[in-house]
């Protein structure tokens, strides 16, 4: 009952033999259980039966007392907490060759095994519990999670966020990892061209959005590499060479999951997008590197934004998202409304915190360390 039922699963593809058949009578844990006790109780009554016949021929009638102090004890120890805790710590090495003896005695006691368990059976039925339909142990998302989160002796801690960050694929949606609106870098083709060949040249970027006074009304995006090529190829490079070179807009709805948007773009050969509202209004900007990022993590020794100091504390810039920060550190900070630890404060506060000061967040201890007018730039969770 203490195997692993995964590494037998996995010894049973293997072509473990005993394995094999310590599945197969764990199949049905009723039948096992009525063999068991059948034979345990048999025993253990035989053993007081003969005990005692033992103790009042030696000692008479005191002799039933003492004769059932010593095989309490001899019981309890040999038979009980000595053979049971091995069971526990080295299951396999009593239950492999233990299968040998159940199976073929399970047949030789089935008729008996059937007759206690359609009794037991009946009773549990009364209690709306059906023996034939036992389920096999199965783990949900946050089970799972919870086993690779303690992978920590065998696995690298890149390669763990990254297990942590598929498991989490179809919960997560673009709003979860997109670039908020504030931070996107996109080109006015209202501003004088200087400003724009300047932006050009400078971008980090190699798609950018091109937008008419607010990035609400863009119009297209815009390839680096290709305006690049004719922007030192021509003498006389316009916004109409921009204009003529613009990829169509992609809007994504900010609820779309990760998986659905990462088959979207494939299906649409996209690999930037804008993140609308139920207004349409733009919230953000995602591209594929975003949704390869937000699935994987950052592979990489350290994260940029998340720094662990000595002491067990964390520095925290304000824009990483909480989902970030929980694959990071093992948290469980809550993901279902704000999407990033500067809103997740604010929410807490219902407003902006000045510099200093100190909260319990869902049970961690939080020290603002920074500010500007809006938002809350760097957080110290303590240890």
Do not use: C
Not at 293 to 300: A, D, F, K, N
């Amino acid at each position: 009952m203490t195997l692993n039922r995964y590494r037998l699963q996995h010894l049973v593809k293997q072509g473990h033999k005993s394995a094999k058949k310590a599945q197969r009578l764990l199949k049905r844990p009723d039948r096992l259980l009525g063999l068991i006790l059948l034979g345990n109780n048999f025993v253990n009554i035989l053993a007081s039966s003969l005990a005692t016949i033992i103790g009042m021929r030696l000692m008479g009638d005191e002799g039933i007392a003492i004769a059932a102090g010593i095989l309490t004890l001899v019981v309890l120890i040999f038979s009980e907490v000595a053979p049971k805790t091995l069971a526990a710590l080295k299951p396999e090495i009593l239950a492999f060759p233990a299968s040998w003896i159940y199976t073929p005695l399970l047949k030789i006691f089935y008729p008996i095994v059937w007759f206690v368990n359609l009794i037991a059976n009946g009773l549990l039925r009364i209690f709306g519990i059906k023996a034939h339909e036992h389920n096999h142990a199965t783990l949900n998302k946050d089970e799972l999670k919870s086993i690779v989160a303690e992978t920590d002796s065998i696995m690298p801690e890149k390669y763990k966020n990254i297990l942590l960050g598929i498991i989490d694929l179809e919960s997560a949606t673009v709003e979860d990892i997109m670039t908020p609106r504030n931070e996107i870098m996109g080109i006015n083709i209202e501003d004088p061209l200087e400003d724009i060949i300047y932006q050009l040249k400078k971008s980090q970027y190699t798609r950018i959005p091109v937008y008419k006074e607010s990035i609400d009304r863009v119009i297209g995006f815009l390839h680096l590499r290709t305006i690049l090529t004719q922007l030192f190829d021509k003498d006389d490079f316009s916004k109409q060479d921009i204009s003529n070179n613009l990829i169509t807009p992609f809007f994504i709805p900010e609820t779309t999951p990760l998986h659905k948007q990462i088959q979207d773009f494939k299906f649409d050969q996209a690999r930037i997008g804008l993140v609308v509202d139920e207004y349409g209004d733009v919230q953000g900007l995602v591209s594929m590197d975003d949704l390869l990022q937000g699935i994987v993590g950052e592979i990489m020794i350290e994260e940029a934004d998340v720094k662990k100091r000595e002491d067990g504390s964390y520095i925290v810039d304000g824009s990483v998202t909480i989902r970030e920060l929980n694959r990071i550190t093992h948290w469980n900070l809550p993901t279902h409304g704000p999407k990033t630890i500067n809103g997740l404060i604010i929410e807490f506060l219902e407003t902006i915190p000045q510099t200093g000061t100190s909260l319990m967040l869902h049970d961690h201890p939080v020290e603002i360390i920074s500010r500007n007018k809006h938002t809350i730039t760097q957080i110290k969770f303590l240890p």
